[in-house]
């Protein structure tokens, strides 16, 4: 990578932004691809800057591309998918853990407790890890239908699965009946 990788809050400025741009060599790109389980990573960069968000906050914007190569879900075959996206974080600086055990972060908060430092590179794993595509499937790729069941009996279909099929001709022979 670059050799700027952290921020240290207290010598960033707080009345003009300070630029980052990441674009990791190819060892960095090998540790990336193997923690995050891809099969290839490629034109992996990151651009953007950090700034000063009111008197104590600070927030990271900036753009995040790169080209992954996944496993297909159905049959393992290679697939690629470029991922361009914009990336945002807020940096708290009075961040307090909610109190209930059930919470949940609203979708799409960006907010992050601040800490001294500010590291481009960990925010770009991270929007990299949730932007992958959780199902990557190669083009034309599909399930078959797959039945099983004990030999000797005959296997439930997605049709016998439909739970007003029996209705149906139930409806259509009362129907006979008037």
């Not at 481009?120 to 794993?125: E, F, G, Q, R, T």
């Amino acid at each position: 990578m670059s050799n700027q990788t952290s921020l240290r809050v207290a010598d960033l400025p707080q009345n003009a932004p300070t630029p980052f741009d990441l674009r990791p060599d190819s060892k960095a790109l090998e540790a990336i691809r193997d923690d995050l389980g891809l099969l290839g990573l490629r034109k992996l960069s990151f651009t953007g800057d950090v700034r000063a968000h009111g008197k104590r906050d600070w927030a990271l914007s900036g753009k995040m591309g790169a080209t992954v190569i996944q496993p297909c879900v159905v049959t393992l075959e290679p697939v690629t998918t470029r991922i361009d996206i914009p990336v945002t974080r807020i940096f708290v600086a009075d961040w307090s853990d909610p109190d209930e055990e059930e919470f949940e972060i609203p979708e799409g908060d960006e907010s992050e407790p601040l800490g001294p430092e500010i590291d481009p590179s960990l925010v770009m794993i991270e929007a990299l890890s949730l932007a992958l595509p959780q199902y990557p499937r190669k083009d034309g790729a599909a399930l078959d239908q797959a039945d099983f069941t004990e030999p000797g009996k005959q296997a439930m279909t997605d049709e016998d699965a439909k739970p007003f099929a029996g209705l149906a001709g139930l409806r259509d022979a009362l129907k006979k009946d008037e």
